[in-house]
């Protein structure tokens, strides 16, 4: 089963920018399918973006399109989310996730393999 470990987040200010990172082990990482997640004190964990196992099919979040990229380099074995123009409502902790098909995007329990996370805080 493939290894995920997040990294690259922190605090910033309303307006700026992070870049999430998630390494992954194993030797069949390009046929994965991954996602990020986030999950905010006292609320439950939402899904924020997903690539297909091509690497062509994005899918996000309304509530971070046109602010979010997501990115997989599968010669790095990593996947990468970009995050522009944050808002205080983009804090929380950050999950990176794995499945081995493409299918269900959206939906935490569709996912096999899970990271740690990361912590991202925009101060308003």
């Known amino acids: 089963q493939v290894q995920l470990v997040e990294s690259g987040g922190g605090l910033v200010q309303a307006g700026g920018s992070l870049r999430l990172s998630c390494a992954a082990s194993?030797?069949?990482?390009?046929?994965?399918?991954m996602a990020w997640f986030r999950q905010a004190p006292g609320k439950e964990r939402e899904f924020v973006a997903h690539?297909?196992?091509?690497?062509?099919?994005?899918y996000y979040a309304d509530s971070v399109k046109g602010r979010f990229t997501i990115a997989k380099d599968s010669a790095k074995n990593t996947v990468y989310l970009q995050m522009n123009t944050l808002k205080p409502e983009d804090t929380g902790v950050y999950y990176c996730?794995?499945?081995?098909?493409?299918?269900?995007?959206?939906?935490?329990?569709?996912?096999?393999?899970w990271g740690q996370g990361t912590q991202v805080t925009v101060s308003s």
């Open positions: 996730a794995a499945r081995g098909t493409d299918g269900v995007i959206n939906v935490a329990d569709a996912y096999d393999a």
């Open positions: 194993g030797r069949t990482f390009s046929s994965y399918a």
């Open positions: 690539i297909s196992t091509s690497g062509y099919g994005k």
